[in-house]
């Protein structure tokens, strides 16, 4: 019940930094961005200390290794977070952009205004960077935003927003402008989702379960994020070269993210040419191989896949493999398991690419390119606060302008309706 | 439990009719509307004896006389909603179209192009006419819909919905794209609010009992709509004469709709001149007045108004009104009990007219004119399917755009990522 009223009085004080943020100026925000930044490396000694702190623990909890990379922070790692400010900083403010608008036959004129959408809650798990980009997104565009990040980097979160928020307010933000909630209690997380009169949306980054558990219980409008079970399909008339490097890339590069891919679909004609050579370079990168029958035969170190296969994301060095007899039956699978994030065909037949980039049902469909693209950053957006994988509001990478909502104004010389 | 089954085997035939949509042409699209709108007209009388049953439950029942009106239909009706039809098919397709792009510097083109939603799935109350429209909206813009409509309404809902699919399907397009939940169960629509997988928005249209159930429950991606506490504000600097017209035109034009106005807010300095006649105004028009005691002062018909009054959405011949000492003081009133749904200032003043449509968090914000026009049609839009009051994906009247997403298409000559 304490728990409750505290992060009511947090919604409270974040809604009325809001109104205050969506009158500020650009020049004001972008310069508290960079008071921001400046403050976190002039508090590197701090951060490492608290991050050290969550690495200890961590290791006494027993972390992966994997986990514990992504928790820890280290003077690069700190001078990126300030310089991804200074990009922010540098970007071109949304807020107040005028998107369209008409004179009405009765002389109304309406204007469409982009606003910001007043409150933000990020709700995240061990990246403490996260805490960074999103105060600095959020702040960019105008909201206010409550943090909740894992447990396993609260050391480090608390220090971060103790920073920025002084930074922030130092420059004349106003007071709740960035809240972090402190506890660990996972109840904190169910009122958050319930608090809508004191936040407009919710949007949570992590695995799987996070965005489960925010997806099935908020009440708060929510931007669902980062699944990715994507595909690669290589068409009959695939360059072949170019498909393997394709699949390749889409695999190894860095498997642990939402854009890698997790099974390669390939037509039964060029199966027996591309497999055995493409089969033994990921057994080389050390890649375990799960494919269908067909697969199987291509070479030995392939395992039989199951049915749970084609729909796993392993965001691992594993890759599910099936050879398919048809265009139609890559889209046929494609529909079945994809979670709607990134799909790319490999092909030089023109109605071949134009059928899969309609006919796929996804945030970014790629002919002929890597699915690791879909980013903020290489899609040009300068920033990237998650990639949506609804359909509602924003899908695929989110820049600024999906942190912001519209208004219409509208002005006139006393209309009245009939 | 079979009822589950029974909504699950339509969203999966809904799935399966949005991929079929998607792909079909504008022409075709068009093409089922004008069917539609034939068979309307000519199952005139099947509609009008379905009708008359609904209406002899509803007399039992005893349904008020608003609500008999909302579900009473008459042969200029049912033209009325073939014509809307007409209308929809005669507007432009925002499927496909580009909205943007860019060639990044690895060469890789980047599309950003308007696709359907999917499935949506309508939630509304005792208006037949929503059956039409909904359908008429959702096949323009190629997704297959599911609707269930208020218990009132079912027996012309069944033969609306019948025509309908029957037209459709003979046009041409997918079996499954207008789906109607035939049973009256409540437990019916706590599926849907559940069945992610298969719809991908749910828009619910109707009371405030019916948007909280929907808000509250639903995991599926919502469009909330339709709650309007609306206020007016007359500045000290009004012309009051327009102060006067507009304020009674957003009041008594048509209580029963979202748009209208709630609360009058006057500055104290012109009270003394515009409210007794206003007031006089109003009460000749048979509305029933609540205000502060600086209003009770003004003429002998108002009664006090209570705090509840300000959180009040009346839809009905009921005004609150609220003496306020100056613009702050009408803001923050407004920012305490307004809807984010319309709002109006009064104003000769430049520096009042910007601050108020910067300040006010609302759909839609007006200069010297009144609320009524928060209208998809008034818009120039040519179309409604309802009115967004959260800040996620659509905001204020949503015409055909709104009932559609992007994705992004992405074409390249073999690029991988570094």
Known sequence: ?????????????AKQAARGLA?????????????????????QERILAANARDMMQGETKGLSAALLD???????????????????????????????????????????????????AMIYEARPNVTVDAAGLCLKTGNAVILRGGSEAIESNKVLSDILICAAGAAGLPTGSIGLVETTDREAVNILLKMNRYIDVIIPRGGAGLIQTVVENSTVPVIET????????????????MAADIAFNAKVSR???????????????????LLPSLLERFYQAGVELRGCPATVACHTVVKPATEEDWATEYLDFILSIKVVDSLTEALEHIDRFSTKHSEAIVTQDYANARRFQQEVDAAAVYVNASTRFTDGFEFGFGAEIGISTQKLHARGPMGLVELTSIKYLVSGNGQIRQ
Chains 1, 2 share one sequence.
């Not at 925000?29 to 400046?38: E, R, T, Y």
Request: with cysteine; proline share 5%.
């Open 255 to 273: 498997p642990g993210v939402c854009n890698s891919m997790e099974t390669l679909l390939v037509h039964r004609s060029v199966a027996g040419r």
């Open 70 to 120: 992504r928790l820890r922070l280290t003077p690069e790692r700190i001078r990126g977070m300030a310089d991804g400010l200074r990009q922010v900083a540098a970007l071109p403010d949304p807020v107040g952009e005028c998107l369209g608008g008409m004179r009405r036959p009765n002389g109304l004129d309406i204007q469409k205004i982009r606003v910001p959408f007043g409150v933000v």
């Open 226 to 241: 980062g699944i990715g079970i994507c595909h690669t399909y290589v068409d009959e008339s695939a360059d072949l070269t």
């Open 23 to 43: 009158k500020c100026s650009t020049t004001e925000k972008n310069q508290a961005l960079l008071s921001m930044a400046a403050a976190l490396e002039a508090g």
């Open 1 to 13: 019940m304490d728990l409750q009223k505290e992060l009511i009085a947090m919604g409270v004080l």
